[in-house]
């Protein structure tokens, strides 16, 4: 249950949401849209066939400068920083010190820029933020950026749509990032996002988020998308949700993640508890985190118990629904290793009874990212 | 004559002589948004009143589905295993989940009317 008492924090599009019908709840401290009146299904599909917008101004954007902000990143992600190119953006975790995942996050180096453009979730930003500016106090200076909003742009139509109102912008590919103007607007854009689409991130200052909203949503193919379709999107896509698949009980050789600890971190073993990680890493981890397939149609949704063959419990339902793209029920979750290989038949105890269903690959629907040529 | 009773967990109830066919109310299909699940109760399966009868699923969540009166379950609605987006489209018409043999129709009496449920809707 909600808190009544709670005071929910409001993104700049809050009135843009309401004007829309949108069906507004409490979603880390925010009130945000779950949906809007042409219902999940709806949304789910329309950002695949088309484009759909997304207001995702709760997550947290900040800037990190000093000396080498890259270096001192590096000192709390596995990922490669130092070596991340102008006009790259690119995946990482933050890891706390026993190494297990306090975030996900997207980081960005600008062109012509030495600070580095940090994008954490709206549910842990203010504890990543204090932690990585008490971490890297005196090495770096951690600027965070709450009068910036962030939209979300995804689906096939996308570039053909933000070309509309940002000549060029069609040119940039997947996890490319450059400053520029939307809908005259000065933005950050990237081409990134959280559904398996092909899609742009819009970060823009939150007195034009209303002005750049509505020019989006006035082009044909775009409609606007609440969190409801955001989850079964990214689930369809395989991507974690921090909270669910990933938190500070999971480590990133569990999670499934070690492709994003790059191989130089990996050889320096300069991370928090690499030496640990990196052991998980070559000798296994107790349990994995899994793409699974329920047969039949009734969802496992989170928290439900797995089990093998023989009835035994073997893991745990992380993050479960119905994939609209697939028309069926899709999950994922931690299995005991050994049973973390494609076509394993588990059983999942859907309210006392087992359901069959198989381990399968992720993601659920192919990635369709605009790659470099 | 039949006469539709409504419960404040959103089920509706029409009762024909000793017969009851039961699902769930329009708000409620509203409150759930697309629903893509349904499993409903086996035929010849006892159930009481306010039990568990059927689970309706939406995109986001699992609800239960409580059998306003007790009674033997006489037949449910196939069809919307197979389409159970038609709880969206007809949840007090074509969409209904199940029927039961009613074991005491004074448990009907109890239930809300049409206007009493109105009223208890428009409070939520």
Known sequence: ?373 | MTDVRYTDQHEWVRVDGDEATIGITKYAAEQLGDVVFVELPETGRKIGAGGEAAVVESVKAASDVYSPVSGEVTGNNEALTADPAQVNADPEGEAWFFKLKLADKGEVEKLMTAAQYEEFVKGL
Not at chain 1, 199 to 216: K, P, Q, T
Not at chain 1, 254 to 282: G, H, Q
């Open chain 1, 1 to 373: 249950m909600a808190d009544p008492t709670e005071v929910l924090l409001q993104t700049p599009l809050h009135a843009l949401h309401v004007e829309l019908g949108a069906k507004m709840v409490p979603f880390s401290g925010y009130d945000m849209p779950v949906q809007y009146p042409s219902g999940i299904l709806k949304e789910h599909l329309h950002t695949r066939e088309k484009a759909g917008l997304f207001d995702v101004s709760h997550m947290g954007q900040a800037f990190l400068s000093g000396a080498d902000p890259a270096k001192a990143l590096e000192r709390l992600t596995p990922a490669d920083v130092a070596g991340l190119k102008p006009g790259l953006q690119r995946y990482g975790l933050l890891l706390n010190d026993a190494g297990t995942i306090k975030d996900d996050f997207m980081f960005s180096r600008l062109i012509g820029e030495d600070a580095l453009y940090l994008v954490v979730n709206a549910g842990t930003k203010d504890g990543d933020f204090a932690y990585i500016a008490e971490k890297l106090d005196g090495i770096a200076v951690l600027e965070r950026r709450p009068d910036r909003a962030l939209l979300a742009l995804q689906g096939p139509a996308a570039g053909a749509v933000l070309e509309r109102h940002s000549h060029g912008i069609d040119k940039l590919t997947f996890m490319k990032v450059v400053r520029c103007l939307v809908a005259g607007a000065p933005a950050i854009v990237s081409r990134s996002g959280y559904t398996g689409e092909d899609g742009f991130e819009i970060s823009i200052e939150a007195i034009h988020a209303e002005r750049v909203a509505r020019a989006l949503l006035g082009e044909p193919e775009v409609l606007p998308i609440g969190l409801g379709a955001r989850d079964s999107l990214r689930l369809e896509a395989g991507l974690c949700l921090y909270g669910h698949d990933i938190d500070e009980t999971t480590d990133p050789a569990e999670a499934n993640l070690v492709w994003s600890i790059a191989k130089r971190r990996k050889m320096d073993k300069d991370f928090p508890a690499a030496e640990k990680i990196m052991d998980r890493v070559f000798n296994g981890t107790e349990r994995r985190r899994v793409g699974i397939r329920p047969d039949g149609r009734a969802p496992a949704r989170e928290g439900t118990e797995i089990a093998d063959k023989s009835g035994k419990i073997v893991g745990k339902i992380t993050s479960g629904g119905f994939g609209p793209t697939l028309n069926a029920p899709v999950a994922m979750g931690y299995v005991d290793s050994a049973l973390a290989t494609d076509g394993t038949e588990l059983d999942l105890i859907v309210r006392g009874k087992p359901l069959p269903a198989k381990v399968v690959p992720m993601p659920f629907v192919p990635h369709r990212y605009r790659r470099a040529l």
